[in-house]
């Protein structure tokens, strides 16, 4: 197939079926009936493709799987229940006892926990790293290194990952590079074109878009995911909802537009934030001087739509910025149409022990913007009502 990027977010992966329906239609059945015995056994031994039960087989999640592995360029793709689950079956389908990963520091807070504090229980060791020192994941290469994770644009620091050095470091020692695309998405960025071997995606994030549903997704090639994640997904059952995967199928369809608008919008708050005199830092790889920059433009299609920045007065002055906002949303969560504004230090990062937190440079003066779709000037109002104050030293 060789559509383009928005005809394929809007029309890949699906057959209409006998009703001639113009919307996927939603299959929400647990189980599927066989025509005959020899049917059933055909589709059990897997001598014959075809549906069987939705914890591994559904119509509904199939689309949006196949949908979302040709954005992202991948021959396969699996649904999950959540990003998380998605992390988790990726590790139980690819590591084993004694196994060591390298995942980079300032990862997503759960799944940070998830490699420290449950896969370690199971003998299997994690450093981190920083995502912008090759030489540091070259240092930490064991014999028995399997896997290497990262998220590009790290959140909230927005620094930015070599996709194409990892991989080819990861390639070198007989591991897998592992990039979560939660934050740039298809629409931005296409790890696997970089020689990345598996993407992970929270798809509750932008892939939804409108903050609607929890799921997650793998990419990547079909023999890894058919040889080692399907087995995870069908006897461990981290099962996506056809609802839900009806709902992301949805979100695909204005994925492309939806990002590029995004960047937009952050693109241009970052330049205003930059020029607000209560603003000490801002943290966005579409800023020129933003050390990644070149690197973010040579590997994304734009900078996508979280801005963080830092006021001076620490904690107090970043949560009065947040409680004199009118508009946004305090919300933790992101990659929605309605901006979110969120201190990472006491929510995201709240768990992260403090010396640590420093040292990945989250400081308690620290605000993160997942920038939305609304008026620009609105965006800039809302959040100028605390920002005026630290001006005036109030
Ligand atoms: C939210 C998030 C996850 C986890 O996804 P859930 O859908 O909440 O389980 C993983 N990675 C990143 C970067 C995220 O932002």
Redesign the pocket.
Known sequence: MSWGDDTTGLRAGWERTPEQEHSEAIFPTSSFTFRSAAEAAARFSGEESGNIYSRFTNPTVRAFENRLAAMEGGERAIAT???????LSLCMGLLRTGDHVICSLG??G??SSLFANQLSRFGVHTDFVSPTDVDAWAGAMRPETQMLFL?TPS?PLTEVADIRALADLAHAHDARLVV?N??CTSALQRPLDWGADIV??????YLDGQGRC???ALVGDADTLDRHIFPVLRTAGPTMSPFNAWVFLKGLETLNLRMRAHSEQAAALAEWLRSHPAVTRVFYSGLADHPQHALAARQQKAFGGIVSFEVAGGRAAAWSVIDHTRMLSITA???DTRSTITHPATT?HGRVPADQREAMGIQEGLVRVSVGLEDLTDIQTDLDHGLSRIRQGG
Do not use: P, Q
Request: hydrophobic share 35%; proline share 0%.
């Open positions: 229940a959540s990003g998380m689950s998605a992390i990862v997503f759960t799944t998220e959140n979560d939660c934050f992970s995606h929270s798809a509750t994030k929890v799921g997650g969560n992101l990659g995201t």
